[in-house]
């Protein structure tokens, strides 16, 4: 049984569209956190814009819903660029590349989420598009097969992927703008985001309460924003304030504990405590006894149970830690 449609690992694995898009920062100023990464791309994009130039290919890594996508529309926004929208498995053959990278407005931003999904063949054509503007087209079979160069208005590529280590590595060093991991955020700057969140939806939580929701956010901002609006729809339907009580109980019915986390992630723990003896278990295994899906458990479950101390990776699988045991005996 893998997850219900709302519950928070799905909210996590496909987003809740709309309140992403509502919630998302449009300004440096609003994007809480990550300095290391805002100071360099800031840096780079201002360089660019003396020279006079696009600016070089970037790509961001880490876990879902901690603001990839929302740096590439940051990206854009700073440079005034337009934005143009595309995924790794949506361009599956030649044509699709070529359709894209030709109708593309000159100097505009190429984001490509999950860019570890692009064929190898759509990698390859890829290079020399990132390199000099230029693709090489085949026209026609056979003999009478031959190359033509198109060339390519000029465009900056923003790639974002939550499974760096499957990028090949010819494709990684071609982001010449650099490779940003993001990261989990602390309490601190989740407060801030949820603060902010809330100020947009019209809402003045306490502190208590913005404490409350930060704490079983899985230290994500995407969470976050969705355990604050289950927390107001909460209160409106059962016609009470915002009090950390009311947080408590709605955290609750969306399926979230103290930590954060949620019955699949307690599900996660048992089935390795119980159907692999703790481990070590592969991932495929843990994956088919819990009838989710391996990429799920890697990119979903893993980063935050592994932040936690509760699981650890070895060469030979997971493993459940003392401090997993420990909080499953609880
Ligand atoms: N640094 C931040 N400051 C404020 N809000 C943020 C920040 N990062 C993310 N958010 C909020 O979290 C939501 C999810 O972020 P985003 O969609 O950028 O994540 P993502 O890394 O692209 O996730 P995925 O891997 O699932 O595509 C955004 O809509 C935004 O409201
Ligand atoms: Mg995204």
Redesign the pocket.
Known sequence: MSSTPDSPIAI?KT?DRQ???T???SVWD?????AHVKNNVKVLLEAARKRGDMPEHILFY??????????AHLVAASIDAPLKSTSGVAIERAGDLAAILTNLEPGSILFI?EIHQLSHKIEELLYPALESGHLDIVLGKGPSARTVELQLPPFTLVG?T?KVAQLSSPLRSRFGGGVYQ?DFYSEEDLRS?IA??AQVLGLSPSAEVVEKIANRSRAT??VA?ALLKRVRDFAEVHEKELTPDVADEAAKLFGIDALGLTKDDRRYLETLRDGFKGGPAGVRALASAMHEDPDTIENVYEPYLLRLGFIERSLRGRILTQKGKDYLGS
Do not use: C, E, F, M
């Not at 880490?62 to 740096?71: E, H, I, R, S």
């Open positions: 996590l987003g309140l992403d898009a919630l998302r920062p609003d994007y809480v956190g990550q880490g876990p879902p819903g901690v603001g990839k996508t929302t740096l989420d974002a939550t993001l985001i902010r969140s901002p995407r924003n």
